[in-house]
């Protein structure tokens, strides 16, 4: 019986032999490659990115920190509301003149500063006692303390000169309030506190 097999086998070899078919192994397609870059899908922009990239068209990334400009206030957390807030985009170009002036006045006049509160929402400036038309509800307006050490007297008379000096010709809001935050608003030549 055996025999019969191998001879069988034998001849099932040679057929297959003349005929130009082999028992070799096919050619294996190439191990995995991952496509180019350029064929590698983008994550898909989150809000902040497009308002990081909103910012850098308008030529103002860089001057603080972009989330921060969404910060509703320092008293998030006693008032119940979140710390964040998107203004919808149709409000973007709004801070765009406040950030331009802070690049070329405040910093140059105080050093680099924090934004603690930028964009609000009606729900958080109402809890926060925030003024009716604020304009922080419009996305024209930021307090912001300097990183650098002032005392408030130090702080406010430099503030207040450079609101005489500039406040009109960039319709400069300025609010000085106890210690050394202070408001800054596009909205109108005036001045309360300090």
């Known amino acids: 019986m055996i ?18 078919c082999s028992f070799a192994p ?6 995995f490659q991952p496509p180019p870059a350029a ?7 989150t ?3 497009e308002f990081e990239g909103f910012l850098q068209t308008h030529h103002c990334h860089s001057i603080v920190p972009a989330q921060h400009l969404w ?18 985009k149709e409000m973007w170009g709004n801070i765009v003149p406040l950030l331009h002036f802070i690049n070329e006045e405040i910093i140059p006049l105080i050093g680099e500063v924090e934004v603690v509160s930028g964009f609000r ?24 303390i300097p990183k650098q050490a ?4 130090e702080l406010h008379s430099l503030l207040l000169q450079l609101w005489k000096q500039k406040g009109q010709k ?25």
Do not use: C
């Open 121 to 144: 929402t009606p729900a958080f400036n109402h809890l926060a006692a925030g003024a009716k038309r604020s304009r922080h509800l419009y996305f024209q307006a930021v307090d912001i």
């Open 3 to 20: 025999r019969v097999y191998r001879l069988h086998l034998l001849l099932v070899t040679l057929i297959l032999f003349f005929s130009g």
């Open 71 to 88: 910060r509703q206030g320092t008293d998030w957390k006693k008032v119940n509301q979140p710390q964040h807030a998107m203004p919808p």
């Open 26 to 31: 096919k050619k294996l397609p190439p191990p």
């Open 150 to 153: 002032y005392s408030r007297e």
């Open 47 to 49: 809000p902040l990115t």
């Open 39 to 45: 064929f590698i899908p983008k994550p898909a922009p």
């Open 170 to 194: 960039y319709k400069l809001g300025l609010g000085l309030y106890k210690g050394v935050r202070f408001h800054i608003d596009s909205f109108g030549y005036r001045k309360w506190g300090g």
